[in-house]
């Protein structure tokens, strides 16, 4: 059964502080990872799609990379409104339905 | 290019009520997915329907159903409705072509609350 963790469940910095979000996977046949950032009470707005092992994508002050059981989420000079949930999922085998992992819960402040 | 849409945004019901959901996908979008969102259980897979066909089914009871028309509009239908469907009910369209990963795009979701 394909397995989704993220790390940690709920993060707070400062603004300024980079960090990172991890998002572990356990999948036979990987095809995809996933990045999504989610506002309360709204639906996941798309980030990045990884495919493969070593690939690394960038949008402002986000960064997703990715290795064979791992995916990180840099987040650098972070600012308050990076304030959010991130989601991970990934696709695998032959299935075109993502697992998704639970998230994690990003507070900037000020 | 528009994105997902979703009708209603908000809904409130009573318990025994059914209640219908609609997405409209991104243009040329042939697949939907609905998922349902609660804070204990995160985001849970309802199905997933290509090409008017329901080709994927999550783990949910058979008063959760759904369709899509031909052009690749889609509706969900709950029935009887219990206290613990009250969810954030979101809407996924993607081009589900061959080979490499089928990015899905969501809509705003539906918040469904049942009294």
């Known amino acids: 059964e394909d397995q989704v963790t993220q790390s940690p469940e709920a993060l707070r910095l400062q603004e300024g502080e980079s960090s990172s979000l991890n998002c572990s996977y356990t999948v036979s046949g990987l095809r995809g990872l996933f990045w999504y950032r989610q506002d309360p009470g709204k639906g996941p707005e798309f980030l990045f799609t990884l495919y493969s092992a070593g690939e690394e994508k960038e949008k402002e002050r986000l960064k997703a990379t990715l290795t064979k059981k791992e995916s990180f989420l840099h987040i650098t000079a972070p600012k308050p409104e990076d304030s959010a949930t991130y989601l991970c999922a990934v696709q695998a085998g032959g299935s075109y339905i993502p697992t998704f992992g639970r998230g994690t819960s990003l507070i900037v402040h000020p | 290019k528009a994105g997902v849409t979703q009708t209603p945004r908000y809904l409130i019901k009573t318990r025994g009520q059914q209640v219908t959901l609609s997405c409209s996908p991104i243009?040329?979008?042939?697949?939907v997915s609905w998922y349902q969102q609660t804070p204990g259980q995160g985001l849970q897979f309802l199905f997933e329907y290509f090409s008017e066909t329901q080709r994927n089914k999550g783990n949910f009871p058979g008063r959760f159903s759904g369709r899509q028309f031909s052009n690749s509009r889609s509706e969900m239908n709950v029935s009887t409705l219990e206290l613990g469907d009250s969810a954030l009910y979101l809407c996924?369209?993607?081009?589900?072509?061959?080979?490499?990963?089928?990015?899905?795009?969501f809509g705003p979701g539906t918040r469904l609350t049942v009294l």
């Open positions: 243009s040329g979008h042939r697949s």
């Open positions: 996924a369209s993607s081009a589900r072509g061959s080979g490499r990963a089928d990015t899905q795009y």
